[in-house]
């Protein structure tokens, strides 16, 4: 019974997940959120990022590789081209151009606002000290990194391998010092 309810509350949720991550709050790029995300009493999340695989996953579809698979998979695109590649590899190349901030890279592939959700309406200071604000106003957490993770890392990734979560997730935990 209770996972039925679960079941109910998953097939609820799952539309307004969707479509919160395509509301009207505008991408503003890594850099706006490293400014303040990044020194080692915030919990370095800048530089963890950036020496993790995620911040080169876009790079990673522009290589001879990628375009191979890409083309065994019947694509006629490079895979940098190829929105069933972009779709685990990268963010923001399919909004609208009125979303994307000027500091925004596509290349910096799988970053903040890909996990955490378009950043413009919540990055102010007074509203990401208080987390239910930034939740109403966009900032995306997580409380299961088991279904959230494997959103990407699962058997549709080409190359997929089977990864330890909570493994994978110590390669790139970026937790603020304080928890
Ligand atoms: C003006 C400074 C500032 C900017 C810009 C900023 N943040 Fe924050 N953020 C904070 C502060 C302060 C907190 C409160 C927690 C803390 O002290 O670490 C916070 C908290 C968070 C949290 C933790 C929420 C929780 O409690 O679970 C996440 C996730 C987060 N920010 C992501 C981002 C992302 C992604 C961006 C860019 C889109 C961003 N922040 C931009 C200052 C900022
Ligand atoms: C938006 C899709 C997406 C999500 C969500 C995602 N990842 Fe990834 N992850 C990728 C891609 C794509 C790569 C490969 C990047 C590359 O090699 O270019 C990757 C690579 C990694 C790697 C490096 C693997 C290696 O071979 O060393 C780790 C570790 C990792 N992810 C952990 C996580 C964890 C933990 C989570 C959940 C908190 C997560 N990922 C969520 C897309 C994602
Ligand atoms: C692959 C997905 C992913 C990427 C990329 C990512 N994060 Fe996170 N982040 C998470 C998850 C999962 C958590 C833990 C649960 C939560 O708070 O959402 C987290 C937690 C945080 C926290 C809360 C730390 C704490 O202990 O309170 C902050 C702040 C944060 N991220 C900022 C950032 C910033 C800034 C970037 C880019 C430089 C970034 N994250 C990139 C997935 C990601
Ligand atoms: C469902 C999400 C997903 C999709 C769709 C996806 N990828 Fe990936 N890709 C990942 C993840 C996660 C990784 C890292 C771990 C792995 O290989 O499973 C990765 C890794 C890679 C790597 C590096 C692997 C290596 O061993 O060098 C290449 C190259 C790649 N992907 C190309 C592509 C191409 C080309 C497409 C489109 C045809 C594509 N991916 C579609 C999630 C995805």
Same mark, same amino acid.
């Given at each position: 019974?209770?996972?039925?309810?679960?079941?109910?509350?998953?097939?609820?949720? %799952? *539309?307004?997940? %969707?479509?919160?991550?395509?509301?009207?709050?505008?991408?503003?790029?890594?850099?706006?959120?490293?400014?303040?995300?990044?020194?080692?009493?915030?919990?370095?999340?800048?530089?963890?990022?950036?020496?993790?695989?995620?911040? /080169?996953?876009? #790079? %990673?579809?522009?290589? #001879?590789?990628?375009?191979?698979?890409?083309?065994?998979?019947?694509?006629?695109?490079?895979?940098?081209?190829? *929105? #069933?590649?972009? /779709?685990?590899?990268?963010?923001?190349?399919?909004?609208?151009?009125?979303?994307?901030?000027?500091?925004? /890279?596509?290349?910096?592939?799988?970053?903040?606002?890909?996990? +955490?959700?378009?950043?413009?309406?919540?990055?102010?200071?007074?509203?990401? /000290?208080?987390?239910?604000?930034?939740?109403?106003?966009?900032?995306?957490? +997580?409380?299961?990194?088991?279904?959230?993770?494997?959103?990407? +890392?699962?058997?549709?990734? *080409? %190359?997929?391998? #089977?990864?330890?979560?909570?493994?994978?997730?110590?390669?790139?935990?970026?937790?603020? *010092?304080?928890?």
């Amino acid at each position: 019974m209770k996972s039925f309810f679960y079941l109910l509350l998953a097939m609820f949720l %799952t *539309p307004i997940l %969707t479509i919160s991550a395509q509301s009207t709050h505008s991408y503003i790029g890594t850099d706006g959120c490293g400014m303040c995300h990044k020194t080692e009493k915030q919990g370095s999340q800048l530089s963890i990022w950036q020496n993790s695989k995620h911040s /080169k996953a876009y #790079e %990673t579809l522009k290589t #001879e590789k990628a375009n191979q698979i890409a083309k065994e998979k019947g694509f006629n695109t490079l895979a940098v081209e190829t *929105p #069933e590649c972009l /779709k685990c590899h990268a963010s923001g190349y399919n909004v609208d151009a009125s979303l994307i901030g000027k500091k925004f /890279k596509v290349e910096d592939g799988v970053q903040c606002e890909t996990c +955490h959700g378009a950043g413009s309406d919540y990055k102010d200071m007074k509203v990401m /000290k208080d987390k239910e604000l930034s939740i109403k106003n966009g900032l995306v957490v +997580h409380d299961k990194l088991d279904t959230f993770c494997t959103g990407c +890392h699962n058997s549709e990734s *080409p %190359t997929f391998v #089977e990864i330890n979560i909570e493994e994978a997730w110590q390669k790139i935990k970026h937790s603020s *010092p304080k928890n």
